[in-house]
């Protein structure tokens, strides 16, 4: 079974600080792989997602990700966060052995922004 | 607009006591699933549905049933519910593996 590994459970960073959220899965088949944002007290929203192509992937408010097969990572990065980038991240993994059908969710990094 | 609804939103019930969750989503949406979120766990897959009458066990599906006979539609039922039923939970559809998942806002479930 896949699994998914979010190395911090908490990232504290002051605002217009660069931040890297860490995020392993355990198999290296074919995996289609995504980052999800809550903000506090409201359900999970993608934020950008990798299936195939280009390893470098980016969402429309500065995050971007990259897809490192030889590591199994997926590590997400922003140049410069903001105080409303202040919420909990989850990496998550489908793969071909359920046919993409299930998703396993890492156990999720909250990242404070400070001023 | 696309959304995904739940309902409850909030349920406190007592050991027991059977209960539904309802989820329906108007994007018609093949994919749909359910999820508990617990501190320090993340989210951990109870069941999912490929399509109508297709369901799946996730990864903690003990204690809990699904169905889903129109596609719509994807209740969570607790036949008895314990206290280590208590979590918040998510439903979720899509339509196909690769597409965006769409959460409902979530039902926080207390079981005393």
């Known amino acids: 079974a896949q ?6 459970s908490q990232v504290p960073v002051f ?15 074919s995996v289609y ?26 969402s429309i408010n500065g995050f971007e990700a990259e897809f490192n097969k030889s590591q199994t990572s997926f590590h997400l990065r922003k140049p410069s966060v ?11 993994v489908s793969d071909p052995s359920s046919g993409y059908s299930t998703l396993t969710f890492g156990k999720g990094t909250m990242l404070l922004v400070s001023p | 607009e696309a959304q995904v609804t739940q309902n409850p939103r909030y349920l406190i019930t007592v050991t027991g006591k059977k209960l539904t969750v309802t989820c329906s989503q108007n994007m018609n949406h093949e994919y749909m699933s359910w999820y508990r979120q617990d501190p320090g766990l993340g989210l951990r897959q109870i ?5 109508v009458e297709a369901t ?29 039923q208590t979590s918040l939970y998510f439903c979720a559809s ?17 079981v005393l």
Not at chain 2, 57 to 79: A, H, M, Q, T, W
Not at chain 2, 96 to 105: E, I, K
């Open chain 1, 33 to 58: 792989l995504f980052w999800y944002v809550q903000y506090p007290n409201q359900g999970l929203q993608l934020l950008l997602k990798y299936l195939s192509g280009s390893t470098l992937v980016k």
């Open chain 1, 15 to 29: 605002e217009e600080a660069p931040v890297e959220l860490r995020c392993n899965y355990s198999s290296s088949v």
């Open chain 2, 47 to 51: 069941y999912y549905s490929m399509n």
């Open chain 1, 82 to 92: 903001h105080i409303s980038d202040t919420a909990e991240y989850f990496c998550a």
């Open chain 1, 3 to 8: 699994s998914v590994t979010q190395l911090d």
């Open chain 2, 56 to 84: 799946d066990k996730g990864d903690v599906p003990e204690g809990y049933k699904v169905s889903r006979k129109e596609k719509r539609n994807f209740p969570l039922i607790l036949e008895s519910p314990s206290p280590n």
């Open chain 2, 94 to 110: 899509r339509d196909q593996p690769r597409d965006t998942q769409y959460f409902g806002p979530g039902t926080r479930l207390t």
